[in-house]
């Protein structure tokens, strides 16, 4: 299982941090303050680092040079929105950067790509008796080919990489189709239709009146 470091002073922050990446089965541990967190990382192999710049003890510039050499791949997760403060921690050898407050969606995806690069996280992906092939931009269903448009496709990806995370109409079609619209939700009910209908996903792929979709998570 991927485990991540957690490295935020809010406990509050944290916590939420913790649980984003439960749902993405991502192990974590927290620290609180700069020299705990290097101890842990001087300790433990860990696959990805969330780093908080303001911290007690060391700030996250300071524990990104002396960790630099260990090869940990690192986020940063700041309030400091400044273009110098984050090409400072892009400089300082940090694979992302991302600025509070962040969504739960985008958090995940920034991981994934880091973890990805980093040929830690495969390209296909499964989810019960289908697999789905993000290069290929094939999906089979017991390992048959299933007839699916571009849309669909993408927006089969999207749930699968957000499991468990309710998702609004409005938020899918900014997604998937790329600008802002208020009244396109029959687009979206369409494409959640096929998909249930192409995947068999009636009780996995759920409405959620008044708020959206969610794909049921299961544990890989």
């Given at each position: ?27 974590s ?63 300082a ?125 299961i544990?890989?």
């Open positions: 299982m991927t485990k991540i470091l957690i490295v935020e002073d809010e406990p509050a922050i944290a916590a939420m941090i913790r649980e984003i990446l439960k749902l993405s089965d991502y192990s541990d927290i620290c609180n303050n700069g020299p705990d967190a290097l101890q842990a990382v001087c300790t433990t192999d860990y696959d990805l680092i969330l780093l908080d710049v303001m911290l007690p003890g060391m700030d996250g510039f300071e524990i990104m040079d002396a960790i630099r050499d260990f090869g940990f791949p690192v986020i940063f997760l700041t309030a400091k929105q400044g273009l110098e403060d984050k090409v400072r921690g892009l400089r050898g940090a694979d992302d950067y991302i600025v509070k407050p962040f969504e739960a969606m985008e958090l995940t995806a920034r991981i994934e790509a880091v973890l990805r690069r980093k040929n830690q996280i495969d390209a296909s992906y499964h989810y019960r008796n289908i697999e789905y092939q993000e290069d290929s931009h094939r999906v089979l269903l017991d390992g048959k080919a299933v007839h699916m448009t571009p849309k669909e496709f993408e927006l089969f990806g999207f749930f699968l990489k957000n499991q468990g995370l309710v998702i609004s109409r409005e938020k899918l079609f900014e997604s998937i189709w790329g600008y802002r619209s208020e009244g396109e939700s029959r687009t979206v009910d369409a494409h959640i239709n096929q998909l249930r209908k192409k995947l068999g996903l009636q009780n996995e792929l759920l409405t959620v009146p008044r708020l959206g979709y969610r794909l049921i998570r544990k890989s």
